[in-house]
Nanobody, 126 residues
């Protein structure tokens, strides 16, 4: 499995921006579809975005479409989540996840990903 470590979380005001990073090690990063999920207190972990393995095509949850951008740098073994126009409802622990040589053309769930990071807290204050 690939090992994943998130960073970049923090406290930001409504309308602000953050960029999360997820650094991978242990296996060939470019062989993985990568995703971001988030989990707010008392709620289930929910899908945010993913980028497929072969095509590099990106997908987003409706709640973040137009505000968040996922990207990857295979040379740096890193996937990013640029978050703009942040809202209080974006407050959550954000997790990156990896799936070996998979392409998802539907909204994946947590069970579709075998590798997970430890999470990074994002708090949006009003």
């Amino acid at each position: 499995q690939v090992q994943l470590v998130e960073s970049g979380g923090g406290l930001v005001q409504v309308g602000g921006s953050l960029r999360l990073s997820c650094a991978a090690s242990g296996r060939t990063f470019s062989d993985y579809a990568m995703a971001w999920f988030r989990q707010a207190p008392g709620k289930e972990r929910e899908y945010v975005s993913h980028i497929n393995w072969m095509s590099g095509r990106t997908y987003y949850a409706d709640s973040v479409k137009g505000r968040f951008t996922i990207s990857r740098d295979n040379a740096k073994n890193t996937v990013y989540l640029q978050m703009n126009s942040l809202k209080p409802e974006d407050t959550a622990v954000y997790y990156c996840a990896g799936a070996y040589r998979r392409n998802y053309y539907y909204t994946p769930t947590v069970t579709d990903f075998a590798s997970w990071g430890q999470g990074t807290q994002v708090t949006v204050s009003s």
